[in-house]
Every structure is written in C-alpha cells, then in structure tokens.
Nanobody, 122 residues
Framework: VQLQASGGGLVQAGGSLRLSCAASGGTFSRFGMGWFRQAPGKDRALVAAIDWNGGRQYHANSVKGRFTISRDNAKNTVYLQVNSLKSEDTAIYYC????????????????WGQGTQVTVSS
C-alpha cells in the first residue's frame, strides 16, 4: 500500500491544522493506521492510532484532548486534526499502516508515507 501525507505547514501557537493521509494499492479497511512524529534529534514516536473501522482510537498523553485521529474508509484516507498547537508539536508527521487491527508500537507498521512538516511558531 502507498501512503501520501499532506496538510502540514507553518502555524502560530494555538492554531490548528488537519493532516490527511491518502492510501492506495491495498484494502485500506484492513489496515490499522497510525500517525507518528519525529522532531530533530528525537526518535519517531506514536501520536495516535486507529483500528480498522475507526471504532477505537488511541492518542498519546502529550496530545490527548488536542489531537483527534479519524478515518474514512470510503475515501481511503486517515486524518489527524491538530488543535491548540504548541511549539513542542513541531516535527515531521508520518502516517503509517499496519496489518494488525490496531498497533501501539512502531514495529508492526510496515508501510509509511513520506511525512509532512508541521512547524509551530511561538
């Protein structure tokens, strides 16, 4: 499956963005999806994950209440709504697909998008 992330940009602290990740080449509804982020000098970390049909979501403590993951299987797309952005949210955001129903660790994610840069100015 191929993943194409978009929606990043430069935003002021407190602002919002909607990240999108379009999938092609596979049965999208059979992949657990995740959003990860990687800041300079730091490891790639899971931000949010969602199961096959969108019934279950996970959000990291650092983003809980500010970020929301969702998916539209009819459009083969997963989203990450990011609100109340902080400078520490600055990173490259990656979407990823796992053959597991829902994965909270990085290892099961086999397919990765190219990343989209989010920069938050204070």
């Amino acid at each position: 499956v191929q993943l194409q992330a978009s929606g990043g940009g430069l935003v002021q602290a407190g602002g919002s963005l909607r990240l999108s990740c379009a999938a092609s080449g596979g049965t999208f509804s059979r992949f657990g999806m995740g959003w990860f982020r990687q800041a300079p000098g730091k490891d790639r970390a899971l931000v949010a994950a969602i199961d096959w049909n969108g019934g279950r979501q996970y959000h990291a403590n650092s983003v809980k209440g500010r970020f929301t993951i969702s998916r539209d299987n009819a459009k083969n797309t997963v989203y990450l709504q990011v609100n109340s952005l902080k400078s520490e949210d600055t990173a490259i955001y990656y979407c990823a697909a796992s053959r597991s129903v829902m994965s909270l660790t990085i290892t099961p994610y086999e397919y990765w998008g190219q990343g989209t840069q989010v920069t938050v100015s204070s």
